[in-house]
């Protein structure tokens, strides 16, 4: 990959029933960064998410991640990313162990610490008991240990916060913000939670009506905010979007 990009997209565009819901979305996520990737209800966050996944064809433009183009859906760009992607669909009768050895086998990885990851995450390695039994953020949890056991390069969350406790969640912005310092990870991830984003992310991106309506550095908000708040900054852009539209 020559690019500095590990996610570069061009006039994507994604049609549902005829609606343009997701139109010439432009958005570039250095390696090595948090991308925080943010818009209201319905802007198109989860769409985008699933294009770059492979979960949806894109119906315009072309995306490379890793350098390669998603629509080529290829393998090897697909073991190198970690995702959770809406709520997180486990093998209920399993338990968080074994749901992670199952997607292990299914990554093709061998010789990976399931207890190491499921303590990183903050869920008890001895608790044999079936997902069915997990409280919402357990399961959060768990959608985060399957997302990086496999050690992949970058990593796609989409609300991956939602549910946990005050705790885990500073817990988890610890482990991200450590998985790119110290295993180089790269993270694009959405949340309505503005300030666990501003405290992460290098860059934000923000998609209003499925465009990208801004691509600026947390830095470059600091500096222009009064207080340094990416939620000020925030309103300001969602205020004038209205005004544009
Ligand atoms: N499978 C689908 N068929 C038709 N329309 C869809 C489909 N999936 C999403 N949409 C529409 O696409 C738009 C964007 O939805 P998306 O889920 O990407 O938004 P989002 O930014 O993730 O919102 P939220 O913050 O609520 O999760 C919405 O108008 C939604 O109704
Ligand atoms: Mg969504």
Same mark, same amino acid.
């Given at each position: 990959m020559d690019s500095k990009w590990i996610i570069e997209t061009n006039g994507l565009g994604k049609v549902f029933d005829e609606v343009e819901v997701i139109k010439d979305c432009s958005m570039h996520v250095k390696q090595g960064t948090i991308y925080g990737f943010l818009g209201m209800n319905g802007a198109g966050k989860t769409t985008v998410f699933k294009m770059l996944t492979s979960l949806l064809t894109p119906t315009s433009g072309t995306a490379k991640v890793m350098g390669i183009d998603i629509t080529s859906r290829s393998n090897e760009v697909l073991r190198n990313i970690g995702s959770i992607i809406e709520t997180p669909i486990f @093998?209920? @009768? *399993?338990s968080a162990a074994e749901n992670l050895r199952v997607h292990l086998a299914y990554m093709n990885k061998e010789n990976v610490d399931i207890d190491k990851t499921l303590e990183m995450v903050g *869920? +008890? +390695?001895?608790? /044999?008991?079936?997902? +069915? /039994?997990?409280s919402l953020g357990m399961r959060q949890r768990l959608g985060i240990a399957r997302a990086i056991i496999h050690q992949p390069k970058l990593l796609i969350l989409d609300e991956p916060l939602n549910g946990l406790d005050p705790m885990g969640i500073r817990e988890m912005r610890d482990l991200f913000l450590s998985l790119v310092k110290n295993k180089g990870m790269t993270i694009l991830i959405s949340s309505h939670i503005l300030t666990d984003i501003e405290q992460i992310a290098d860059t934000i991106g923000i998609i209003a009506n499925g465009r990208i309506i801004d691509e600026v550095s947390m830095a470059q908000i600091k500096s222009k905010t009064s207080n340094d708040s990416l939620e000020e900054y925030f309103f300001q852009k969602m205020k004038e979007e209205l005004e544009y539209a």
């Open positions: @093998h209920e @009768h *399993l *869920l +008890s +390695s001895m608790n /044999t008991k079936p997902v +069915s /039994t997990f």
